[in-house]
């Protein structure tokens, strides 16, 4: 590997920007194709799937045997709200790869009692939020049920361009929320963004269950095509 | 998920930088049930100094040996191990499966 590439590709690594290296396997000439330059690529079907699966692999192009080797960044999953669900939510992300963090001002709830492991952020949302650099490899749920503490979260996660947005509210709580969220400036598409109610219908009942409802639908989001992904949801 | 090579790929570039022959070696593809998933990689610097891993510990000793070849003669090449390689009496994977490794010079 040349080391003009090797830096280019720890600099995107760095960024979490995904990008894709591609291999020559018979006589070893590379490429480096960033996120950025998926679109305009004639290989940019395969690079789609490689990076969507996230794995790496072999495909054959112009009588060429070529390795594509996927670099994606770690997915986070960011939870508002130390409630019961982010109990059982934050373990199961956390088997699933995910850097999990949890975020809840209210100081008896982000307890490293209730959440053993898992790091807290006991801070309002305007203040925990900015620096964990949120961004387009970041799950992003809001679970308080409170409009002063969820608002703003999803607020944030809309900025961010946040791959998953969930929030937690039978429809009609969702409804008012939406009407709360355009008042301080979001938009319809941002609002659409947001699965609500939270999770596959899954007829998920305990707090467990939810979170492997939640789990569930943020795969999907993740690994799925754009057209089996709306039927999906 | 996704945290894998997280030193490996700055260890070479530092590596490289401070003046060490480096080899890269990437499982490129798999067989059975092999230990390590395509993708993963191992970094070798001309000291036998490495890091990563491309099966587990089952093939690294040969790896490091090849790539210290390839940080030689700079040319690439292909590795292959299983049972049913003739090394695999000394360096065959003990799962069952068959790996490819591609090694390459950096820099």
């Known amino acids: 590997m040349k080391l003009a590439i090797l830096h280019e590709l720890n600099a995107e690594r760095a960024a979490r920007r995904p990008a894709i290296l591609v291999t020559d396997t018979e006589n070893g000439e590379q490429r480096l194709v960033k996120s950025a330059d998926f679109a305009k690529d004639p290989l940019r079907a395969e690079l789609d799937k490689q990076l969507r699966m996230g794995k790496s692999g072999n495909v054959e192009a112009g009588g060429k045997k070529l390795f594509l ?6 997915a986070k999953l960011v939870i508002v709200g130390a409630v019961h669900i982010s109990q059982a939510l934050a373990p199961l992300a956390r088997s699933l790869g995910y850097d999990v963090t949890v975020v809840d001002p209210r100081t008896a709830f982000a307890s490293p009692e209730r959440f053993p492991d898992i790091p807290l952020v006991a801070e309002w949302p305007d203040t925990a939020l900015p620096p964990l650099n949120v961004d387009a490899y970041t799950a992003f749920v809001a679970v308080t049920h409170d409009p002063k503490i969820d608002d703003p979260a999803l607020l944030h996660a809309f900025e961010r361009n946040c791959f998953y947005i969930g929030a937690l509210g039978s429809r009609k709580t969702h409804a008012k929320r939406g009407d709360r ?20 219908a899954i007829g998920a009942v305990s707090p467990s269950e939810i979170a492997v409802s939640i789990m569930a639908e943020i795969t999907a989001v993740l690994r799925l095509p754009p057209k089996e992904k709306e039927e999906a949801a | 998920m996704l945290d894998r090579d997280e030193d490996i790929l700055k260890a070479a570039e ?24 395509a993708g993963s990689s191992l970094v070798i610097n001309d000291e036998g100094t490495f890091l990563g891993s491309v099966s587990g510990g089952c093939v690294e000793g040969a790896v490091v040996t090849e790539a210290m070849d390839v940080i030689q003669s700079g040319k690439p090449r292909m590795l292959e191990f299983g049972v049913a390689d003739e090394t695999a009496w000394n360096v065959g994977l003990s799962c069952g499966g068959t790996i490819r490794v591609f090694v390459e010079k950096v820099g």
């Open chain 1, 69 to 74: 080797n996927v670099y994606a960044p770690t």
């Open chain 2, 14 to 37: 530092d590596w490289q930088k401070a003046g060490r022959g480096v080899a890269l070696a990437t499982v490129v593809e798999t067989w059975g049930s092999a230990p390590r998933p």
């Open chain 1, 181 to 200: 969220l355009r008042a301080q400036g979001a938009k319809d598409t941002d609002i659409a963004r947001i699965h609500a109610p939270i999770g596959l």
